[in-house]
Structures are given as structure tokens and as C-alpha cells.
């Protein structure tokens, strides 16, 4: 799922989730909730529209985006991957 619009990257998605987190009623709509669980390795929820994610809930939503991302990243660094052109190895 790409980031969600209007913005232009997930950093851009991420500060405004931190900002709006921080106001009074701190309502997300249900793609911008959803895309977060996507990043989580959550399944979507259905049936709100919107959801008051607070600053607290989404420091810790965040936290598991970025833990998961680095671990990730991580995995990936470890395993040696050798780029092959498709002709080659057809040879």
C-alpha cells in the first residue's frame, strides 16, 4: 500500500501523525489508521471511519513501525544476495 495522500512519504505521514496526535480530538481517518497497521503487520479494521489515536497510542504505534522497519532491515543486510541478469541464468 503506498503512503496514503496527500502526502509525498512516509516521513511527511509520520509527522503529521505526531502533530495531529497531539491535538484535543486527535481524529485519523480509517486509510491513514489502516496504512499504520499495514506498517505494524496488522490487518485493516473495518467499519470506523474515523479514530481518535492520541499522542501516547501513537508514540507507541510508531515505535513498532520503526522497530519492525529496522528489523527488517537488518534481516536483509545479513543475506548475501547476488544479482544475476535473468539471460545468464537461463544460460
Do not use: Q, W
Not at 492520541?54 to 536483509?76: A, D
Amino acid at each position: 500500500m503506498p503512503t496514503p495522500e496527500p502526502f509525498k512519504d512516509d516521513d511527511e505521514f509520520f509527522r503529521y501523525c505526531r502533530t495531529h496526535s497531539e491535538t484535543p480530538r486527535a481524529l485519523f481517518h480509517r486509510n491513514h489508521f489502516n496504512y499504520l497497521r499495514e506498517l505494524m503487520g496488522e490487518k485493516p479494521v473495518k467499519g470506523y471511519e474515523f479514530l481518535a489515536i492520541h499522542e501516547e497510542e501513537m508514540n507507541g504505534i510508531l515505535e513498532i513501525i520503526e522497530r519492525r522497519k529496522n528489523s527488517i532491515e537488518g534481516v536483509c543486510e545479513k543475506i548475501p544476495c547476488n544479482v544475476v541478469r535473468l539471460e545468464d541464468y537461463r544460460r
